[in-house]
T-cell receptor, first 109, second 115 residues
Framework: QQQVKQSPQSLIVQKGGISIINCAYENTAFDYFPWYQQFPGKGPALLIAIRPDVSEKKEGRFTISFNKSAKQFSLHIMDSQPGDSATYFCAASMDKIIFGKGTRLHILP | KAGVTQTPRYLIKTRGQQVTLSCSPISGHRSVSWYQQTPGQGLQFLFEYFSETQRNKGNFPGRFSGRQFSNSRSEMNVSTLELGDSALYLC??????????????FGSGTQLSVL
């Protein structure tokens, strides 16, 4: 019930393409869904976040789509760039933040 | 504003030893959380401290403990180290703590290797 399931584990996308990472949760008490981006040798950093009363949030090339009834949410990276190559973690929060296992994204130049 | 500082950056220990990791949060942040990161399990929550009190705890054995000082700096201790404790240990700070839907600010972590 406390888990957040993230897929795929790794993803390779051509430069300019759309990268899509999916997450699912069980506990409907989660009320905040952030995405974190982590570069090698660095700690994760908040990328974008959404609350369950909103179906979509866009910040630049990054969009979160949220489906409350399906208990799923996804990150879309439009016009993916080599600089987007990183590990991405979805998360869900209630009294603590629970992270998915991460997706290693590689953008081919 | 200085970020979250973790020391040491790298640590090598042998089985059975104990280790202490340190985290200095961003000035003004009263919450410090600790996470264990491994390639297979991602980021796993260890515990959160807020104003010197443990506010929340993950599913780790009692060998993992922590504390927070009055200046909000935090330490994490692992006793009787096992090979499986090899991981990147990350700390994250925030102003009001987890459950407040705030941004977490992570340090760069301490890479612990247990031989």
């Amino acid at each position: 019930q406390q888990q957040v399931k993230q897929s795929p584990q790794s993803l390779i996308v051509q430069k300019g393409g759309i990268s899509i990472i999916n997450c699912a949760y069980e506990n409907t008490a989660f009320d905040y869904f952030p995405w974190y981006q982590q570069f090698p040798g660095k700690g994760p950093a908040l990328l974008i976040a959404i609350r369950p009363d909103v179906s979509e949030k866009k910040e630049g090339r990054f969009t979160i789509s949220f489906n409350k009834s399906a208990k799923q949410f996804s990150l879309h990276i439009m016009d993916s760039q080599p600089g987007d190559s990183a590990t991405y973690f979805c998360a869900a929060s209630m009294d603590k933040i629970i992270f998915g296992k991460g997706t290693r994204l590689h953008i081919l130049p | 504003k200085a970020g979250v500082t973790q020391t040491p950056r790298y640590l090598i220990k042998t089985r059975g030893q104990q280790v202490t990791l340190s985290c200095s949060p961003i000035s003004g942040h009263r919450s410090v959380s600790w996470y264990q990161q491994t390639p297979g399990q991602g980021l796993q929550f260890l515990f959160e401290y807020f104003s010197e009190t443990q506010r929340n705890k993950g599913n780790f054995p009692g060998r993992f403990s922590g504390r927070q000082f009055s200046n909000s700096r935090s330490e994490m201790n692992v006793s009787t180290l096992e090979l499986g404790d090899s991981a990147l240990y990350l700390c994250a700070s925030s102003r009001s703590g987890q459950g407040q839907n705030e941004k977490l600010f992570f340090g760069s972590g301490t890479q612990l290797s247990v031989l």
